[in-house]
Structure formats: structure tokens, C-alpha cells
């Protein structure tokens, strides 16, 4: 960490995007993580997300719950808003907020720990009900704050900075994603900004549950031999599926490409992914396939990272649950308490 | 691209913006640090040592640094009007307040005498800011230097032709008086008259810094006739610093746009000069005058008018009553070349009682005989080589304005050392053109985990601005000084603008693990892992584009991914942000010492234990 704050001034070829604000607006407070912290990089890409993407701060919701991972959003966007949940409660806190009022864009920022082991049950229900967000899990295989102990994502058979083996089995995050209906599912690296940011991009513009699992080394505590969440062991095993360029809406689209080179997907708002294909490389729209193809690599000792799937067309809880598209705080008192003969009619309705 | 090669001491040396533009490599960054720290006797004693006239400079440099100076880089676009730090007021506060005994503290930090260097006589011609920079540099080794200077005083032009609102004259008594005590002796109102003579009188080294005393006239209908109220700019300032000239006509037109005009006008604003027009043939943006200059002329209720080119005086009776001038635009001559051309409108008449020529400076050598054999270039200018001041005569050196024409103090005093380094060497025995290398160092600044021995925390504010004594105090006495000084407070606050760029990123790539922390946290965007490639093609794909081709990429071997660190030195703040977001160490700051050697020093294989060299930061 550092004691300065970063100071204001700024390359002086600094751009502003179309809502008016430098990459800088989207800063938050100088982080104190441990220097070297891939998670810092994660909040450096999805400053840079933010300002591609022209969003409005304002207009963004942070929710957290425990852990290092989750106290990252002091570090990025600065004036969104914010909410540090109990440890393992964001998916409620922010499902929550999402059911009050669905026009803001939620990230939802966890960890293994938070994710994966307290907040498991959590996790699970947001995603299998087809929440509108961005839930980022900040996958470091530690818990960092009580000094490197195996989390729940740590590989069996990996070692520890004392020297322990991992003996446990790890829960699959990804695979469970898939597996419980996510609707936009990707895994990356902190140390990839090239292929961090276009997905990044994606899953905000993504309609419905997106999933991104973020391998994102703790240089702290699980950075060395031995360990699979290290910077090393990730480059060296990284399987890249296929390059995605993220294409908004508003973007022309110039580049021709020879028929079978890429492959397009249109989302919700008019935003296109386009997948360079790999000669390998499956199809972004069969869950079944990714499923296979996820285990397939992993079995090989292969960390697959990319776009392993999405449905443009998905739905969410919101069209579920058929419910107003205004938000609470639009509503008025007559709208929000219709008085007793609705409640009656309601009752009526029931019985 | 070729890895940076850090080694060699010119690269850092160029990072450092304002050390390297002037032309004495004076330390810029670490004497602003010590002012900072309280320290104004080192800090004006760093000055000495380079510049040898810190009271002066402080006053009236021309001040190459700043335009250099990164700050003003850094503030583009950043919301406030880009300004550098204000290194050459920040230069005088150390003088200012220097303690009593400086001249003690001095001494203590002299070269050692050579054994039998009194055996050798060294004699100057003139006593201004070149030749006081040899006796500096050649007295203290024991060599017996004398300077012979046509005015009573030493000084030259910083005390004749400089006005004393700009410069006390104090301020040159006391800088001379350090040299002419370290026993160097002057023979005042002795015009040397033939260079033949003062070679037999059987020195062993002449150095001739005699200046550029004449100022070009302008020769148009009419000069003759009115010759009583029309004066050339340099010899009216040297009889306004005599006390020959006490008053001005009260409309008065000075030609020429350099910064003799600007102290002639603004001289004659206070000798009873009410409306003072600058005459200038081009325009505002192209005078030579320093842009300072020219706003501090303004704001004394000088006009400067532009484009416009002496044509005639025009005279009643031997009266003179005003001159007409031919306006003038930036045109293309026949062949091509950029050129002033009349518009072809009409003349035009401004009424005026008095005029003073500033249109430039001459050298002149009447005094050295032709049949001694220096070679003499064209122009009348002697044939020197430029590294060493020496002239065709192997015992006869140059500097200041008599060696390449006007320049300023700072390359008068840069010609000294070089001079003296040369009449060192010839003395001894050695190769004339041998330089001595200079004292460099690279030390690591870590004290802590995140604590610096230098403070990083980059001060926002703008430039502060000196005070100026009130303009009816100013304009009613030629003798007053403008300037106030910043007081300490107010130096601390400039003082923390500077950016430090003599503490160095160093970037060590074995140790890298490539977590991109110092790319994300870099406020400047100056860094960048990317695949190698040539320069220019680098320069466009980096964090933010290097487009400015003066400053260099830095650049490492592959790390293990196989790419390389690219960073941009242009626009760095040296906040050290990088090292201390860097898990591993590979981003370090260091601070980079760049002393140059003058005569007789940067000999010895270790440099001697100094008192100077015990003062760090």
C-alpha cells in the first residue's frame, strides 16, 4: 500500500469519453491492498470498462461483502454507490437493490472466501434466479486477511506458503455457475487487462446473471512454488479460449472477416461480442459443451479462461417475477401503498 | 528497441530537465531541496560551485531551466495555465538568505592548491561573469590570476549595463568580492589596448572575456542631425549606472525587441519618461526578449508596439521629433526563405523626444594586432574550438559574449570553467581538450516501506508569484529594487512544485513478476508491458502515446513473458507511486547525482571526501 494519494494530475493527452469524464473520474481512494495485489488490477480494469463504456457513475451500484476482495470498491468508482454487506450476504444486499430499482448497473464484488465458502448458499440462489449483474468473484485461493489459509477454490494438492498440502477438493465456481443457469459465464486473469476489460464490458452490457471468475494472484500469501493461483503457474497454464472484442451498440462495425474466422453474438442492447475463433474452440451458446469443455481442461491441468458462455436473449428475475419497471423511489405513496380495497381485491384474488 | 543503457551518466543526466538545460548543469532539483529543508548556505554553496554567481542569477538569469522544466510540462491540460517551477527566484531565496560566515564555509569546500602552480601567471581581460569564473576556478589551485577591467569595479555588464532595479549593486559586491578575495587581483580602469603587449608582459595563459561592448547604431536619414537626443541602448544604460544621465525626454522610443530594450525602456520609464514605446520590427511572439521581461515592462506602462520598421528620424532644427517607421509583415522572399516585408501600407509617424537603439551588440577587437596570427573567422569573430575556449593561439582563450557573440551571464560563467579547465590543462602538461569526467552517483532513496528520503507528495499549486515593491516607489527611483523576493514561506510552498526528477525510476527486470500494479497506479500513465518494436511504432501503442520526441522511452530487456517495460520519461512525476505499488523491489528510486568537474577536480579515481560530498538530499 501506499500513503499518498495518487496525485490529480494527469497525462496531459488524457481522453474524455462521451458523458464527459476522464478514465481518472472513475478512480476511487488510493488502495491498500498489499502492493502487487492482482485485485488491484481487477478495480484498474473495471475502471477502464467503465470509462469505455461512457456509464455514468452515478448510475452504478457496488455492493460487497468480507474479505480483501471486498474492499476494493473503495478503490474504483468513487462516486458510485456503495454497500459492504455482512461476509458472504452481497447476492441478497444486491438482488435486494435490484429488485427496488433496476435502471442502475450492479456489481456485485466478492471473493473466495466471501463466495465460495460463507456465502456459498448465497451465491447460488442469486445466480439461479437470473439477477441483472455483474457478479465478480476475486478468486485468489487464500484468505488473505487471516494470513493465507486455503480457501475453498484452492486446488487439491496445492501448497501452501508454510509448506501445507491442500487436501480438500475445490469448489468450482464456473462449473457451479453454469451449472445453476447463469446466463453470461467467463473466467480471466487479473494479469490480462486485453482480455479482462473486453469481458468485463460485456457482462455489464449483459442482460441477466453474468459470472466472471477472476484468478487473481495474493502476492502476499499465495504467490509462490507450489501454489496454482500464482502469477507464474496461471501464465504458464492459461488457456485462453478465444479472443472477444466487445463492440457497443453505437460502435460501426468496419472490420470485414472471412466467414468461420469470428463468430458474433448480439446481446439485449444492441452491443456485439466477436469471438475470434480458435481452431478448438467451442461454441459460446452451448452450456452443455462449456460444462464438458471446462472439465476437460481442468482434468488436463489447463486453466481455461474466456468467454465459455452466453445467452444474448436471457431473461432476468425481474421479467420472472413480472414486476413495475419504475423504480421504488419514482413511485409515489398512492402507487406504493394502493390503500385497503386493493389490498382486498388482492385478498380476494387468493382465496 | 535497444534496452536503456543506465550506465551511462548522460541518460539520467537528460531526465533531470532543468539541470541539463543549463548550460552549467547547475543541481537544480537538489538545491531546491535544500532550500526546502532550511538549508540556504548549501544550497547557495551547490550554486556557487556551478553557477558562481547565485545572487546575480537569482535576479537576472535567463533562466534556460525553465522553459525545460518538466513541471510546465506536466501542467498541460491539467486545468491551470501550465507554469515551471520558479527555479531561478527560488535560486535567489537561498542567497538571500545565506549566513554571515558564508564566505568561511567557502573556503572550507576549495580544491586543494596544486604544488607549484604559483609558478604561473594567468591574466583575464575584462573582470565580468567570464573571467571572474576563471580567477574562481584557477586561483584557489594557487595560480596567480590577474584581471585587468577598464572600469574601476569587477562585474562587467552585470554592473554597467544592468539597471540597479533589477540588480543591487550590493548584490555584485559581494559575489565579486568572494573571487577577488580567494587572491585574485584586479587592476581596475586599465583598458587593455594591444594584446601584443600583454603577451609580453610573459604570462602563461591569457583569457580574454572582454564582452561585446558595441552597440550596433542604426544608420537612417536623419541619425546624424538628431544625433543629440539618440542614443545607442548599452552606452546610455552604462551612463545611467555612472550617474552620467539622470533624465529622459518624456516620450521616448526604444528600438528593438531584445532585453537590452527592456531595460532601457523601463529605465527610462523612471528617468521621467511617461510614455515609452518598444518598437519592435517583428512581432510580439518572435522578439528576444524573455517573456518575462517583456510582462514586467508592460506592467510598468510600457507600450510595445510590432511589425514595425525604423525608416527615418524626423527632426526640427536639429530637434528631434519623432521617427517614421514602415510596417512590416512575416512574408516569403524570392527564394523562398521566411522574411520580413513592408505590407505595403502607409508609413507611419510617431512623435517622440528621445531614442535609444537596442538593435544588438557587436564584438569588436581593434585591440589584438592582426600579425600576431589568430585566425579570425568571416565576421571578425576569432577561431575558437569550442570545447575548450582555446583560440589559434595555443595560449590564448575565450569566453562570454567576446567568444561567440552575446549569449548571458550563465554561458559566460559555462565558458569560465571550460576555459579554465583548458588553462589548467595546459599549464600541467596535459591535453588542452581532455575534460574531466564528471562525479556521478546513483544511490537508492528507501528508507522504508514506503518512505523516501526525498518528499514525493506532489504539491498541486500553481506558481507562486513574487512580490514586487509598489510600482510608485519603483518608478520614482531608479535605484529600488522591483523584485521583493519570495519570504520563506512562500519559497517552501514553490519549493514543493519541483518534481525531483534527479530521483530516478530505476527499474531492475529480473525481479519483475509482471502484476501490472505499477501500470494501474501510475497517475501519469508513463508505463507500459508491451511487445518490443521500433521506437516510433512503440512510442504510439503505449499507455498513453510518447509524442514528444526530446524525451526518451525508457526501456528494459524482455521480462518473463517475454515482453518488455516501456516509460515514458516525458511527463513523470517521480512521485516513486510505482516502487512503492512494486511487490518486488524491480521500481526503485534513486537519486542521480550529476556534478560536472572544473579545474582541477575529477581527477582522482575516488572522489575526495569533501565536506560537499557528505551533504546528500
Redesign the interface.
Known sequence: ????P?????????QRNRVGFTR?DYEGAI?TM?????H??I??AIIQACWELDIQPHRVAKISGIGCSSKTPTYFLSASHGFNAVHGRMPSVLTGANLANRELLYLGVSGDGDSASIGIGQFVHAIRRGVDMVYIVENNGVYGLTKGQFSATADQGSKSKKGAINTDSPVDMVGMALQLGASFVARSF??D?AQLVPLLKAAMRHKGAAFLDVLS?C?TFN?HEGSTKS??YV?EHNHALCRMDFIPHHAEITAEYAPGEVHEVTQHDGSVLRLHKLPESHDSADRVGAMNYLHACQARGEIVTGLLYVDPDAGDLHAHLDTTPAAFNTLGEAELCPGTAALEAINAGLR | MQPTDISNPQYFHKVVDCQWACPAHTQVPRYIRMIAAGRFDDAYLLNWDSNVFPGILGRTCDRPCEPACRRG??????GEKPEPVAICRLKRVAADHRSADIEQRMRERLPDRIPGAERFRVACVGAGPSALTVARDLAPLGYRVTLFEADAKGGGFMRTQVPRFRLPEAVIDEEVGYILRLGVELVGQRRIDSLKALLAEGYDAVFIGCGAPRGRDLHIPGRDEAAAKIHVGIEWLASVYFGHIKRVGKRVLVLGGGNTAMDCCRSARRLGGDEVKVIVRSGYDEMKASPWEKEDAEHEGVEILNWLNPKSFVHEGGKLTGMWFTPMHAGVDANGRRKLLPTGGPDRLIECDEVLIAVGQENAFPWIERDLGMAFDEWGMPVLDELTMQSSLPGVFFGGDAAFGPKNIIWAVEHGHQAAVSIHNLLQREDVRKRPPPLTNLVSQKMGI?EWSYD???S?DERYVVPWAPKELTLANIHQEVELGFDLQTAWKEAQRCLNCDVQTVFTKDIC?????C???C????ITFTVDGPELDLRERLT??A?NLDQDLYVSGPV??GRIMVKDED?C?H?G?CA?????GAWDMHRYLFAESHAGEGQAAAPPASPQQKVTI
Open positions: 500500500m501506499t500513503y499518498l495518487k496525485p490529480k494530475l494527469h497525462h496531459p493527452s488524457l481518472r488502495s498489499c502492493a502487487g495485489c492482482g488491484d488490477s478495480s484498474a487479473s494479469g487487462k494472484p502476492v504467490n502469477y507464474d501464465r | 510540462r506536466v501542467e498541460e491540460n491539467n514506503h514525493n507528495d506532489i498541486p513478476i509482471e502484476c501490472d500494479a501500470v494501474d497506479a497517475p501519469m500513465d508513463c498513453a502515446p509524442q518473463k513473458t511527463v512525476l512521485c507511486i512503492e505499488r512494486c511487490p518486488t
